[in-house]
C-alpha cells in the first residue's frame, strides 16, 4: 500500500517533508480535525492533498479564490492526481458535467467556493458523496476579527452537518491571533482539534530596508540588475501604484499593476499576465496577493512603509515560495511615517457606528505603525525582530541574511551625546519637539531661537560638531529606547522618561551601533553591499535554455509554467545534470508525471547541450 512518503515523492519528487506538514497529515489519517497555522509558502497544500490521495473517497477544499483554483486545479492534474474546481468561472453545462463526473468518482480533489456551499445542485451531489476530508484554505475568513471576513464561510459548519458522515475537517490559515484561532474552532465546529503553528522564519528570504532618496531610480536598476525575475513592488495608494506603472512601462519594463480601483476585468487579466510571466512584475496597492500562490517570485519591494508588521510580512511572505533565495527590500523615508498615520487618522475605522470602537481601532493600528516604524529604524538583525514581534525566539543575534547584518556598523561612545540631548530637553523645559531640540543642539540661530532667548540656555550648540541627520536619527532612536518620551498628537513633544535620569545619574559610559553615513551625514555611494542570491543559476545558458523549453510546453498546454515545474527544480537540474531517466527521477521536485510525460525531452535538452 502506498504511504505518504511514496506519494510526496511520487505526485510532488519531493523526499522529505516541510515542519509540520508530517504531524498534519498523520492526524488527519487518524482522523483528527486539524487547525493548522502556517505562514505563506510554508506548504499547507501538501497537507491536505497528500492524504486526500490515501484516503478513501473526495476531499473537497473550500478556498475564497476562484480565480486560483484553475491553478491548482492544473498543477495537480499535471502531478497525476486528478482533480477539478466548482465554480462560477464555468459554464451552467460545464458545471453540470463536472458535478456528474464528480458523482461518478472521477476525482480524487475538488475545489469548491464558499458560495457553493449553499446552492441546491451543490448540496444535492455533496449529501450523497463519499466525501473523507474538508480542508478548510484561508480559513480566517470566517472571523470577523480578521482582515479578510467573507460571510459565505460562516456557511461552513450547516453544510458540513448536511453530510451523510462527518468528514475530517482540516482549518488553514496564516493569521495567528488568538482572537481569529478561537473564533476558527468555533465557528468551524472544529472537534478537538489537533493544533499546530510552524515555525514562521523563512530562511529563504533576505530582508532589507533600505533608505533611498530616489526610489523610482533604485527599481529602475534592480530591475536592470535582475532582467526577467518576477517580482511584486507594493505601494500604499492607487495613485502610487498607476505613476509608477506608467514610468516603469515608459522606461520599457515588463510591468503591469492591480488595484480595487480597476475593472474586475483589468484586475483578471493583469493577474493573469503575472502570473503566466507574461508580465513579471507587478505594481500593486495591498489588495493585490491573498491566495496568489506563484511560487517562483523572486522579489518583494515595498515601496511605502506598511501599516503594520503583520501585514508586512503576509506581503513580504509571498516571495520564495518555491524555496529559492528571494528578497524582501523595504524603502523606507520618513515621509511614508506622515502618510500612514494620515491613513490611520482617516481610515475606515472612523465611520464606524459605534465611536468607542472607532477609536480603540485607530488606537490598535497606531500602536501597530509604531512597530512598524521600529522595525525600519532598527539596527539590529532584522530576521530577529521580526521572530520576536510574532513570539518565537531567534537564538542567535545575527542572521547574516538581512541588511543591518549585512551592514558595517560601527560601535561610538555616545556618553557625550547622550549628556547634551538630556540638558537640552532639560534646559528648554520639555516643550519642545525633535525638529526643535535639533536645532538647539546643532545651534541654530534663527529668529525663534534668538527672540526666545534659547541661544543662551545651558546645552545650546553643544552638538554643532555632529550633523544634522545625526543628532536627529539619535532623538528618534533615543524615543525608541524609553529614554526620552514623545507625546501623542500632531507635535509630538519630547519629555525626559525616569530611565533617562537613572542612565544619566549612573555616570556609566554608553555605546551604540551606528552605519557610517549616520555619522558622516553623508549618503553612502552604495546603500547596502549588494546582495547576490546564493543559488544563482551556476550555469546561466542551461537555465534559460530550460526556462525556455517550459515556458513552450506551458503555452502549448496554456497553464503557468510553474505548474509544469519551479525554479528551484530547474536550478537542480542545472547543478546536477542527469543523464538517465532514474537520475533524473532522485532529483527533488521530480515526481513520477514529470518523467513519463517529459523525461525523454529533458535529457536530450541536456545531451544536445553537453554537446
Ligand atoms: P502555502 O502554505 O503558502 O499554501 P504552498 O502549499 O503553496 O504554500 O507551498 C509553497 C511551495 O513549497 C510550493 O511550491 C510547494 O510545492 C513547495 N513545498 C511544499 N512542501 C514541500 C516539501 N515538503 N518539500 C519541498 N517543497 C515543498
Ligand atoms: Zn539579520
Not at 480565480?67 to 468561472?89: C, E, K, T, W, Y
Request: glycine share 8%; proline share 4%.
Amino acid at each position: 500500500m502506498q504511504d505518504k512518503y511514496d506519494a510526496l515523492k511520487k505526485y510532488y519528487g519531493y523526499d522529505s517533508f516541510r515542519p509540520g506538514q508530517e504531524q498534519i497529515i498523520d492526524n488527519i489519517l487518524a482522523g483528527r480535525d486539524i487547525m493548522a497555522v502556517m505562514p505563506t509558502g510554508a506548504g499547507k497544500s501538501i497537507c491536505y492533498q497528500v492524504p486526500a490521495v490515501l484516503l478513501p473517497g473526495i476531499t473537497l477544499v473550500i478556498s475564497p479564490l476562484i480565480s486560483l483554483m484553475r491553478d491548482q486545479v492544473s498543477s495537480l492534474n499535471s502531478n497525476g492526481i486528478p482533480a477539478a474546481f466548482l465554480n462560477s468561472s464555468l459554464t451552467a453545462r460545464q458545471y453540470t458535467l463536472a458535478l456528474q463526473r464528480a458523482s461518478a468518482g472521477a476525482y480524487k480533489i475538488i475545489y469548491v467556493a464558499p458560495e457553493r456551499l449553499v446552492t441546491e445542485g451543490f448540496r444535492s451531489f455533496a449529501s450523497g458523496a463519499d466525501i473523507s476530508l474538508l480542508a478548510v484554505d484561508e480559513a480566517h475568513c470566517v472571523s470577523q476579527w480578521g482582515h479578510d471576513f467573507r460571510r459565505s464561510y460562516t456557511e461552513i459548519a450547516g453544510f458540513v452537518s448536511i453530510l451523510k458522515k462527518r468528514p475530517v475537517v482540516a482549518a488553514f490559515t496564516a493569521t495567528a491571533t488568538e482572537q481569529v484561532k478561537a473564533d476558527v474552532k468555533s465557528l468551524l465546529g472544529l472537534r478537538r482539534p489537533f493544533e499546530v503553528t510552524t515555525g514562521f522564519d523563512r530562511p529563504n528570504l533576505y530582508f532589507g530596508v533600505l533608505r533611498e532618496k530616489d526610489k523610482l531610480g533604485f527599481i529602475r536598476s534592480y530591475l536592470d540588475k535582475n532582467p526577467g525575475r518576477s517580482g511584486i513592488i507594493y505601494a500604499m495608494t492607487r495613485k502610487n501604484v498607476e505613476q509608477i506603472c506608467s514610468e516603469l512601462q515608459a522606461g520599457g519594463y515588463q510591468v503591469t499593476m492591480y488595484h480595487a480601483g480597476l475593472s474586475d476585468e483589468e484586475r483578471s487579466v493583469a493577474q493573469d499576465d503575472f502570473i503566466k510571466d507574461k508580465k513579471p512584475v507587478m505594481i500593486a496597492t495591498n489588495a493585490f496577493g491573498m491566495g496568489i500562490d506563484k511560487p517562483d517570485v523572486g522579489f518583494i519591494i515595498h515601496f511605502n512603509m506598511p501599516l503594520s508588521m503583520e501585514a508586512y510580512y503576509q506581503e513580504a511572505g509571498r516571495a520564495g515560495r518555491d524555496g529559492s533565495d528571494a528578497e524582501c527590500l523595504l524603502l523606507y523615508s520618513k515621509s511614508d511615517i506622515r502618510t500612514a498615520k494620515f491613513l490611520i487618522e482617516n481610515g475606515s475605522d472612523s465611520d464606524s457606528a459605534d465611536p468607542e470602537d472607532a477609536a480603540a481601532a485607530k488606537k490598535n493600528r497606531l500602536e501597530k505603525l509604531k512597530t512598524m516604524i521600529s522595525y525600519c529604524e532598527s539596527e539590529g538583525c532584522l530576521r530577529r525582530f521580526i521572530l520576536r514581534y510574532f513570539g518565537e525566539k531567534y537564538d542567535s543575534a545575527e542572521c547574516g541574511k538581512c541588511s543591518s547584518c549585512l551592514t558595517e556598523h560601527t560601535t561610538v561612545d555616545v556618553t557625550r551625546e547622550l549628556r547634551a540631548v538630556y540638558i537640552a530637553v532639560g534646559s528648554t523645559g520639555e516643550r519642545f519637539g525633535a525638529a526643535f531640540i535639533t536645532d538647539f543642539l546643532r545651534g541654530d540661530d534663527s529668529p525663534r531661537m534668538i527672540s526666545g532667548g534659547y541661544c543662551e540656555r545651558e546645552g545650546f550648540a553643544a552638538l554643532s560638531d555632529r550633523s544634522r541627520s545625526f543628532v536627529r536619527d539619535f532623538i528618534s532612536r533615543l524615543v525608541e529606547n524609553g529614554l526620552l518620551i514623545s507625546s501623542e498628537g500632531t507635535y509630538p513633544i519630547l519629555s525626559i522618561s525616569p530611565l533617562f535620569d537613572r542612565v544619566i545619574d549612573s555616570g556609566k559610559r554608553v555605546t551604540m551601533r551606528f552605519r557610517e553615513e549616520q555619522i558622516s551625514g553623508r549618503a553612502p555611494k552604495h546603500q547596502t553591499r549588494a546582495y547576490t542570491a546564493p543559488d544563482s543559476p551556476i550555469d546561466a545558458g542551461l537555465f534559460e535554455r530550460l526556462r525556455s523549453w517550459r515556458r513552450d510546453i506551458a503555452a502549448r498546454r496554456s497553464v503557468p509554467a510553474y505548474t509544469v515545474c519551479t525554479d528551484s527544480t530547474l536550478r537542480r537540474i542545472v547543478a546536477q545534470k542527469p543523464r538517465t531517466r532514474s537520475e533524473l527521477g532522485q532529483i527533488s521536485g521530480i515526481g513520477d508525471a514529470f518523467i513519463s510525460r517529459y523525461a525523454d525531452q529533458v535529457l536530450a535538452l541536456l545531451r544536445e547541450y553537453r554537446g
